[in-house]
């Protein structure tokens, strides 16, 4: 299960129509709050989230048949016993999906939209959250990412409308953990990043209220979970 996180972008300029260009520019029908395909487009055939670990393994097959040894004995084992135990129809789609994800790394360097989503997004999916979670209040924007904030996304669209500030904060659900608050313009960023520290639970109190009460502060300014007695 990934680790969810909090965000919270606003969009600051004096005009109400240019905040809505903004708006309008990062919304689609699908996510009707932010589509990051809206600002960082991920490349198309890496957006096929339905393949599994098979055409991983056939994959790995095909990178040790080309090159021989280029895998750890791990690896190596692994693909040719999933490779073996599959039934025809489905080594048939494994294989197709293998070839593809080979096709994938020589022409955009990832084999499929995980890793490509990590270091493009700074998260491993695109927007997401219930009507609760992800909704628009006035010039203000919240959604969840998983496994991490979108930092790159945010710094994208301040590079695209430099003449509008972006405020953004985002937290871990892991209470203290990674936290970002701060101001993007012109891809410039002036704000902090806290892991841990007191900032960085100011910062988690701010995108999670409704937890503060079970927590408590701590001589050094860090917060600590109370006993559940």
């Known amino acids: 299960m990934p680790n969810y996180y909090r965000n919270r972008l606003t969009v600051l300029h004096d005009s109400p129509e240019r905040v809505e260009e903004v708006m309008t ?30 055409g991983e393994y056939e994959a790995k097959r095909l990178i040790e048949q080309a090159f021989p040894r280029t895998l750890c004995e791990y690896d190596r084992r692994q693909a040719l016993q999933q490779h073996a ?8 789609r494994a294989e197709a999906e293998g070839r593809q994800m080979l096709r994938n790394i020589a022409e955009y360097g ?4 995980l890793y490509w989503a990590i270091d493009n997004w700074g998260t491993k999916w695109n927007s997401m959250g219930d009507d609760k979670e992800m909704r628009r209040e006035g010039n203000t924007i919240y959604f969840e990412t998983a496994n991490g904030y979108c930092r790159p996304i945010v710094e994208a669209l301040s590079r695209r409308f430099p003449d509008v500030d972006f405020a953004y904060a985002a937290a871990d659900e892991d209470k203290g953990a990674r936290t970002i608050k701060g101001v993007f313009r012109n891809g410039a960023f002036d704000g902090t990043e806290e892991h841990r520290t007191p900032a960085a639970f100011g910062i988690c109190w701010e995108l999670f209220p409704e937890s503060k009460a079970d927590w408590h502060q701590l001589p050094d300014g860090t917060w600590e979970l109370n006993d559940e007695e």
């Open 25 to 54: 520019a990062i919304r689609s029908e699908e996510r009707e709050v932010i589509d990051f395909n809206r600002i960082i487009s991920m490349p198309e055939p890496l957006r096929d989230k339905d393949h599994d670990v098979l």
């Open 85 to 92: 135990e599959l039934k025809p129809e489905v080594r048939e």
């Open 110 to 113: 990832y084999a499929s939209f």
